[in-house]
């Protein structure tokens, strides 16, 4: 059969690159294999998700039309219930449609939870205990969709916390935590996929969560313009995420085989010298952060997410700048000219090297 | 497995992907360095990619920031020109652009794009115009001149972006016709109409496109008209308007027949899931309309479900049934 000649092709391939000899476990090996392939096209995929997501709302629409959720004691035992539900429901299968009635029934049990005890304990409360049950159920499960939702709900609330309590000394802890974090996951991938079962099939959901995290930390917290938090250390998160920036682009030198000190301490000084205008708008140093090293590792969704919002960021700094039109054209302009010059001197380098 | 190709060396290896590098390591006792080395080897960018990547980021940067500082700048002076140097200014950025696409030699892929950008600089042409006469004229007006004065471009382009464009024009026209002049015709003769339009486009370009059609146009013009079809029936079945809801659900009746039929024939699931999901939202609508209680919510909902897990079963057999008759 085809994936069994894959597999053992995978595994020879494998053993010729180790130093020591081998154990696979290969029925575990076969059995996981079908789902990895997914043959299944994407509209089948999308089908089953919106059915599995009906289904759950149906469910709820009934409990709320027979007014159930009156009672605060129904309302939490119904919480509670839809989230062990969820939980279980992921253990026994493992198809889309069960994917998709999981996560709708975790995120009707946290609703659930919460307007029933709203009148007992306060916002902060409800945010840890968000955290902590979700924190239970990324032990307890390893379903992709479900622990990225799991994730999200964990940012969300430590979000909500720092800005209900309105603290910014949190707030610039949260954005260098965050683009520790995101830098850690992503430059040890290997790490995380060989040291615990559960954690390897964490890495996927985690790797795109420490991204939108690191990106709402940025827009929420080190940018003028939108909501409340923005603190008066924005340059403080731009220095640590151009930090970041160099220690990453030693990684790649060191690919591209550059290895005179000459010429990188040139490149780094380029690097910081184009950057530095950008020191009290940290969301544009971010955004090159995340395009870095989502391309390190060829990921391909935090690269255009990079991307996309380094378009979007780029933009809003011009928007904002307070200068006339007549300035701003000027400005665009030779930063364009310089970029072009950038390019065609990378582009000679290369060829000189090669030759 | 992942796809063979060759080494600088001349010798073969697989790609390995990285769903497989994980799933292995889990059931495995391999060694950080083995799993490293896996993953430098199959899936991280090597020196060629950041080579590639880094011109192409400079470059487009450099494109970018130079083509937006000369945007502004003509931005910034736009009140002070006289009309006819905004006016000339456009229609000569189109006879250059046209002109660029018959006499040079670059890649025809570029001629396409070169022709797109003409085709919505005739927009813009229009659009001045009509901010400098301050004409008063309808926007429907607008957007039919735009559509006319493109046709010979996109009849003669082949290219799915200008077509794509073309269309969404058309069918911009028509709703704008309807709510500016004819004010007496009903949502679902809109929609009837719509339907119309974008199935005849769908029918002419599966039958006359040959294989150069890309995917992505036909099923994005295929969600078009399955869209307007099921709006249409929706508004249709709670305006309580008989006759043209009659002939809408006959047209789209045959639509979705020739769907179900056209997807057997190229064995794709798409028109089938498309067609079967438009089929529920109907029948759940129907329900929905003659309900009067919870206990029919719980109907409709059972009823969703069912079909939905009784589809994706056919799907799925149907699916299997081709991939094994290969």
């Known amino acids: 059969m085809e994936n069994k000649d894959n597999i053992n092709e995978l595994m020879d391939y494998f053993r010729s690159i180790e130093n020591e000899p081998v154990e696979f476990d290969e029925e575990a090996i076969y059995s996981a294999y079908p789902r990895v392939d997914g043959n299944q096209p994407l509209s089948i995929k999308i089908l089953a998700a919106i059915g599995g997501i009906l289904a759950s709302f149906a469910f709820l629409g009934f409990i709320l039309i027979a007014g159930l959720y009156e009672s605060q004691f129904v309302s939490v035992l119904f919480g509670v219930m839809f989230i062990s539900g969820s939980i279980l429901v992921n253990k026994k299968y493992n198809k889309i449609t069960t994917d998709a009635i999981g996560v709708s029934c975790y995120i009707i049990g946290l609703l659930l939870l919460v307007s029933g005890l709203s009148t007992d304990i306060e916002l902060n409360g409800v945010c840890l205990l968000y955290i902590l049950i979700s924190l239970g159920v990324m032990i307890t499960v390893q379903n992709y969709m479900l622990s990225f939702v799991a994730l999200i709900t964990i940012v969300a609330s430590i979000i909500t916390l720092i800005l209900t309590n309105k603290s910014y000394g949190m707030a610039n802890i949260y954005v260098i935590m965050s683009a520790l974090f995101m830098t850690y996951i992503f430059l040890h991938e290997t790490l995380f996929i060989t040291t615990y079962k559960r954690l390897s099939q964490l890495y996927n959901p985690l790797k795109i969560a420490s991204v939108l995290s690191f990106l709402a930390g940025l827009v929420l917290f080190s940018n003028n313009k939108f909501i409340s938090l923005a603190t008066r250390y924005n340059w403080l998160h731009s220095i640590v995420i151009i930090l970041f920036i160099i220690y990453v682009l030693s990684n790649v030198l060191s690919i591209l085989n550059i290895n005179l000190t000459k010429h990188k301490i040139l490149i780094f000084a380029f690097a910081i010298i184009t950057l530095l205008p950008t020191l009290f708008f940290p969301p544009i140093s971010g955004a090159i952060l995340i395009i870095l090293i989502s391309f390190m590792i060829n990921y391909i969704t935090g690269f255009v997410l990079g991307i996309t919002s380094l378009i979007c960021f780029i933009c809003q700094f011009y928007y904002d700048l307070n200068l006339t039109l007549l300035t701003k054209s000027i400005l665009l302009f030779l930063t364009g000219v310089l970029f072009i010059v950038s390019y065609l001197f990378t582009y000679l380098n290369i060829n000189r090297n090669e030759e | ?326």
């Open chain 2, 1 to 326: 497995m992942g796809t063979l190709y060759e080494n600088n060396d001349g010798s073969k290896s697989y790609l390995i992907k990285r769903k497989q590098i994980h799933t292995i390591s889990r059931y495995s006792n391999l060694s950080e360095y083995a799993i490293d080395k896996a993953l430098k080897e199959n899936v991280y960018n090597n020196k060629q990619n950041w080579q590639k990547f880094l011109r192409l980021f400079f470059f487009s940067l450099g494109i970018g920031f130079s083509v937006s500082g000369i945007v502004l700048f003509f931005a910034y002076n736009w009140a002070g020109l006289n009309k006819f140097a905004k006016i000339g200014l456009i229609e000569g950025l189109i006879i250059s652009t046209i002109i660029a696409t018959q006499f040079s030699k670059v890649n025809i892929k570029i001629k396409d794009i070169i022709l797109t950008g003409a085709s919505i600089l005739v927009g813009v042409l229009f659009a001045v115009y009509g901010q400098i006469y301050q004409t008063g004229a309808n926007a429907y007006d607008f957007f039919l001149g735009w559509t006319v004065f493109i046709t010979i471009w996109v009849l003669i382009s082949n290219f799915a972006p200008l077509w794509l464009l073309y269309l969404i024009l058309i069918n911009t026209t028509l709703v704008l016709y309807s709510q500016q002049i004819a004010n007496n015709w009903s949502e679902v003769f809109i929609s009837t109409l719509l339907l119309l339009v974008n199935s005849i486009a769908l029918i002419f370009t599966i039958y006359f496109g040959k294989e150069r059609v890309p995917n992505w146009y036909i099923y994005t013009i295929t969600l078009f008209s399955a869209a307007a079809a099921n709006i249409g029936i929706i508004i249709g079945i709670y305006d309580n308007e008989q006759t043209y809801l009659l002939i809408l659900i006959a047209i789209a009746s045959c639509f979705f027949v020739l769907g179900v039929w056209h997807g057997l024939k190229v064995k794709s699931i798409f028109y089938l899931s498309v067609i079967s999901f438009s089929v529920i939202i109907i029948f759940s609508t129907l329900i929905f309309k003659i309900s009067n209680g919870a206990l029919f919510l719980l109907l409709i909902s059972l009823f969703i479900i069912s079909s939905i897990t009784f589809t994706i079963k056919l799907l799925y057999i149907l699916q299997k049934t081709w991939l094994n008759g290969k």
